[in-house]
């Protein structure tokens, strides 16, 4: 498998229905890609977890990283299913114990994504997932933190990709898989 | 009600959860034992336990939702969710939700916070589960109660992994169950 759009399989097309598109939020001019309403869905929501699974089940994963706060409702399920360990990639503050963190651009300044020190080890083999990959900007910082503690990312997994924003070329030349293109 | 006095009296399981969950004293302020589930997230087997341990209980109740508290609730709900077969609803923080919302407000330590909910997401009669990794005051889980009766649905069950001493012998919130795995760890020398 080449890491790209699961084109094949049936059951993208359901998955792609339930996305809500809702205009003009945060702000005037995005079509805001809205994930809830595939989690109101149990057979769409389960058969976004299960591609990702029968993906990654068999690929030695020791981390599933999920950036705050969508990540957080796709990458626990993944983890269980593939026997990784679930690693929460925060906002600033959120995370009690020592922390280690990577800053990235906005629109309009910065922000910063935090790891709890000692939660992914040199060696480890790790996954990150979020809802989304517009600029790239969130999972490139996500990949940074990895790295500096020694682990590979093997793959970054979004259900939902916004291929006119280039993301997928600031992964530090890591592959993308997602499932659904908004164009 | 603690799940130990609940049919799971002297489960090794939830010894398993127990340990796996990191004290970090003084945070976010001083005299605070912050409990960390994210040590547990880390421990794939007592992780697993956890959420078994909620489908077990409620996989044959026909609940028909799951609706979590951002942003621990996240890491717990949806696995539950998936496993009994339930719609999946996100408890949100205001602003981040891009559909029509409803909110209640509730208290802080010093002054409100809000939880918003997706108007169309929960239908009147709807069996609900609400869940977070912990519950303290309950002031959170009520204002989660307070949005899904408010769209008619009925809560069945309030559910967290942990529970500080101020619910101990609570077996209601509002009126509705309380189903806690856990006492907070390593606060016996403190007391």
């Not at chain 1, 049936?10 to 001019?29: A, Y």
């Not at chain 1, 299960?50 to 409702?73: H, M, P, Q, W």
């Not at chain 2, 602003?95 to 929960?122: Q, T």
Request: glycine share 8%.
């Amino acid at each position: 498998m080449s890491g790209n759009k699961q084109d094949e399989d049936p059951r993208i097309n359901g998955i792609k229905t339930k996305i809500r598109v809702v205009p003009d939020f945060p702000k005037k001019g995005i079509m805001f890609q809205d994930i809830t309403t595939v989690l109101l869905d149990p057979k769409a929501f389960k058969d976004t977890i299960d591609l990702f699974v029968e993906r990654y089940r068999d690929k030695n994963i020791s981390v599933v990283a999920g950036i705050e706060a969508r990540g957080f409702i796709f990458g626990p399920p993944i983890a269980l299913a593939i026997g990784a360990k679930f690693v929460p990639l925060r906002k600033p503050k959120k995370l009690p114990g020592e922390t280690i963190f990577e800053e990235y651009e906005l629109e309009y300044g910065n922000d910063r994504l935090e790891m709890h020190v000692g939660a992914v080890e040199a060696g480890d083999r790790a996954l990150v997932v979020d809802d989304l990959i517009a600029t790239g900007g969130t999972l490139c910082a996500a990949i940074n933190l990895l790295e500096r503690v020694g682990a590979e990312v093997v793959e970054c997994a979004c259900v939902i990709e916004l291929p006119e924003l280039k993301g997928r070329q600031r992964l530090k030349g890591k592959p993308l898989c997602m499932l659904v293109e908004y164009r | 009600m603690f799940a130990a006095e609940n049919g799971l009296k002297g489960d090794p399981r939830l010894e398993a959860i127990s340990a796996a969950i990191r004290v970090v004293p003084n945070f976010p302020k001083k005299g605070i034992m912050f409990q960390d589930i994210t040590t547990l997230l880390l421990d794939h087997k007592a992780f697993k336990h956890t959420i078994d341990i909620f489908v077990d209980r409620y996989k044959d109740m026909q609940i028909s939702v799951v609706a979590g508290v951002e942003a621990r609730g996240f890491m717990f709900g949806p696995s539950i969710a998936l496993a009994i077969g339930a719609k999946f609803v996100p408890l949100r923080k205001p602003g981040k939700l891009p559909g029509k919302v409803i909110s209640e407000s509730y208290e802080l330590e010093y002054g409100h916070d809000r939880l918003e909910m997706h108007v169309d997401a929960v239908e009147p009669l709807e069996r609900v589960i609400i869940i977070d990794d912990l519950v303290a005051t309950g002031g959170t889980l009520s204002a989660a109660i307070s949005l899904m009766e408010s769209q008619g649905a009925e809560v069945v069950e309030c559910a967290c992994v942990i529970g500080l001493p101020e619910v101990k012998g609570q077996h209601k919130l509002k009126g509705k169950p309380l189903y806690v795995l856990v006492e907070p760890s390593g606060l016996d020398e403190f007391c």
